[in-house]
């Protein structure tokens, strides 16, 4: 069964300390991964997707077949990053989304 | 602006009550997805349509229904509301119910 997993319901980090948003999966087949980001309750955004292997306001994520992983990551925290983190699988028609890590950024 | 609008935006109602939430996709994306959002589950999946019909369905009540009309806009419809049911519902629309869906900002949904 398709499932993804997002163990941190909270992760609180200081301003300009490493993140690391952990993201697993359970998928039959290659996978396409994607992180969203909602902003105090807004709209849900698209952050970034692993198929692009593009860098979004300086996160970064690699997928991991192996570990089955698709952490999302980012050198240097800053403030404006907390927010509501999703990691997102689409398959079977419908995109399933891990239960989300609320990251807060503390000045 | 993802270019999915929901309406309303913002909806206060009794118990018991029934109410229809609708949602127009982006231009061009067929496939609908309705999720709802509460404060201590997160993001649950609810009902997927494609181009009219039914394709997935998810963590949605019998109390919930849901269609997509022919211009592929959609409503869900929330019946003998029940206080537990206020949450932030969001839709959101792909191309083809494969790829990077687009969020509408959601109708945030009060039962008193």
């Known amino acids: 069964a398709q499932r993804v997993t997002q163990p941190e319901k909270l992760l609180s980090v200081f301003k300009g300390a490493p993140v690391e948003l952990k993201c697993n999966y359970s998928?039959?087949?290659?996978?396409?991964l994607f992180w969203y980001v909602q902003y105090s309750r807004q709209r849900l955004q698209l952050l970034l997707r692993?198929?692009s292997r593009e860098s979004i306001k300086g996160f970064t994520a690699d997928l991991n077949k192996g570990e089955t992983s698709f952490h999302l990551k980012k050198p240097f925290a800053q403030e404006e990053d907390s927010a509501m983190y999703y990691c997102?699988?689409?398959?079977?028609?419908?995109?399933?989304f891990g239960a989300g890590t609320r990251l807060f950024v503390k000045a | 602006d993802s270019g999915v609008t929901q309406t309303p935006k913002h909806l206060i109602t009794a118990t018991g009550q029934r109410v229809t939430l609708r949602c127009s996709p982006r231009?061009?994306?067929?496939?609908v997805y309705w999720y709802q959002q509460s404060l201590d589950q997160g993001l649950q999946f609810l009902i997927q349509?494609?181009?009219?019909?039914?394709?997935a369905k998810g963590n949605i009540l019998e109390r919930f229904s849901a269609q997509q009309f022919p211009d592929l806009h959609s409503e869900l419809n929330l019946s003998s509301l029940e206080l537990g049911d206020s949450a932030l519902y969001f839709c959101?629309?792909?191309?083809?119910?494969?790829?990077?869906?687009?969020f509408g900002q959601g109708t945030r949904l009060t039962v008193v």
């Open positions: 692993h198929i």
């Open positions: 997102a699988l689409p398959g079977g028609f419908k995109t399933i």
């Open positions: 349509y494609y181009n009219g019909e039914e394709r």
């Open positions: 959101a629309s792909s191309v083809d119910g494969l790829t990077e869906a687009f």
């Open positions: 231009s061009g994306d067929l496939s």
């Open positions: 998928y039959s087949g290659s996978p396409e």
